[in-house]
């Protein structure tokens, strides 16, 4: 196996050393205007494969710009997997704000110079990058500046709201429905949730349910770590301790958080701010329980598999760390987006090639379904293995495959399926009704990093 300083110098040679962002001059921390100018500075450069569209506006009415990059820009491709970044979820921790600036000053350089590797990427990929979900508390944190910034200062929004803190709590839902037998995916939502979370938290829900979004990760800072589900603990909080907490994708997630640990110049050393993470990443709930998370709620609410990337000791880096940080940084970003190639995908028709939207897709042996989009394509990640599919949709009768996926580009798998006979009644789960759910308490709010 390759150590760690092999795959880094070999990333950059597939990624090219001469790129142009590389001189410790270019980089700058951007206020919100700055970060704006940059974003649409990269659409006039690459204007035939971006998109700015914004998401929503923040409590201050700041816009919450996303940077889209696609070989077509605001249409969804069948078959073409949706990916997203979010960054500065916490208004303080501002790496990962900058490094999303970098990446797509980046993207759009290398393809118009005519990197393969980074064209084949945006070709087949349709990638989102929101740069600063709490614009907000990034403004709080940066009047004090990287030298006096506070542990809290600007991490929430303008309620100073923690953002990561704010999502409905499915987790719970969920555990109870691991015991009962209930529905393990696209979890219902409580009544007005709209009315219980911020707008820039309610932005982002909107956000998930106008795209099949199939992988994700969001940026923090204050620790060295890829951090994955599930975030909140099975157990009773108990203070001092932990417990880890799988989710039916446990072995994919490990892999996903792998793929950023070591392709990064030394999160997979384990050994960083203090702490020690074995191969520098983590299951969230063994690290400590959080309730209301926004990774948990991606997996548990729509098809999106998200981890988090805790990727600096200091929350606010001074300008001078920004040229290291980004280089160790580089090829992390663009071997995380090609994960979202990996697995199977592939279209769910009726008798008549029609496309059949709202499929349930399950894989025997993971307690973890997927559905078809509206354009009746799917992706489901999965490792390298074989393994027996089934794809079915109220009115058709289940159809099941068994496919062999190696570790290359996803396998397509292609379902038919046929309507139900009149008179033949399918066996369908019933799934407990939302409100006869317990209550989970919610414990007392953690301050750590993510």
């Known amino acids: 196996m390759l150590s760690g300083s092999s795959l880094i110098w070999i990333g950059a040679l597939l990624l090219g050393l001469e790129a142009s962002l590389t001189k410790a001059s270019d980089f700058q921390h951007h206020g919100y205007e700055e970060m704006v100018r940059a974003l649409f500075a990269v659409q006039s450069e690459c204007p035939y494969i971006t998109r700015i569209y914004s998401i929503g506006r923040s409590i201050e009415g700041r816009h919450l710009y996303v940077l889209e990059f696609s070989d077509n820009p605001g249409i969804h491709e069948a078959l073409e997997p949706e990916f997203k970044y979010v960054g500065n979820m916490h208004g303080n921790e501002v790496l990962g704000r900058e490094l999303l600036i970098y990446l797509a000053q980046f993207l759009c350089e290398e393809y118009r110079a005519g990197n393969e590797r980074i064209t084949h990427l945006i070709h087949d990929t349709r990638i989102h990058i929101l740069p600063s979900m709490n ?14 910034n506070g542990y ?58 106008n795209y099949n979004f199939v992988l994700s990760a969001n940026l923090h800072g204050g620790a060295v770590v890829a951090n994955y589900p599930f975030d909140k603990s099975r157990e009773p909080r108990i203070r001092g301790k932990t417990s880890y907490s799988a989710s039916p994708d446990d072995k994919i997630f490990k892999k996903l958080a792998k793929t950023y640990s070591y392709a990064h110049s030394w999160m997979h050393k384990g050994w960083n701010c203090g702490d020690y993470f074995d191969e520098g990443i983590t299951n969230g709930a063994s690290w400590y329980s959080l309730s209301k998370g926004m990774q948990d709620f991606n997996y548990l609410y729509t098809n999106c598999f998200e981890i988090t990337l805790e990727l600096s000791c200091d929350k606010f880096p001074p300008v001078t760390a920004l040229a290291s940080e980004w280089l160790a940084n580089r090829e992390a970003l663009v071997s995380y987006m090609e994960q979202v190639h990996h697995g199977i995908k592939g279209m769910v028709y009726d008798e008549n090639n029609n496309p059949v939207s709202n499929a349930v897709i399950s894989v025997a042996g993971i307690n973890h379904d997927i559905t078809s989009g509206t354009d009746g394509d799917y992706f489901r990640l999965l490792l390298s293995g074989t393994y027996t599919v089934t794809a079915s949709a109220l009115g058709y009768q289940p159809f099941t495959k068994t496919v062999t996926v190696g570790p290359a580009e996803a396998v397509q798998l292609d379902f038919y399926l046929k309507v139900q006979p009149k008179g033949i009644n399918l066996t369908v789960k019933a799934y407990p009704n939302k409100k006869g759910s317990p209550t989970a308490k919610i414990p007392p709010t953690n301050l750590g990093p993510r």
């Open 152 to 209: 809290l200062v600007g991490r929430g929004n303008a309620k100073d709201v923690d953002l990561n803190r704010n999502f409905p709590d499915l987790n719970a839902l969920m555990y109870y429905y691991e015991k009962h037998n209930g529905q393990n995916h696209h979890l219902p939502l409580p009544d007005n949730w709209e009315l219980q979370v911020e707008p820039e938290t309610l932005a982002v829900i909107k956000w998930m349910q």
């Open 135 to 148: 614009p907000d508390g990034y403004e709080v944190a940066a009047r004090q500046g990287p030298e006096f």
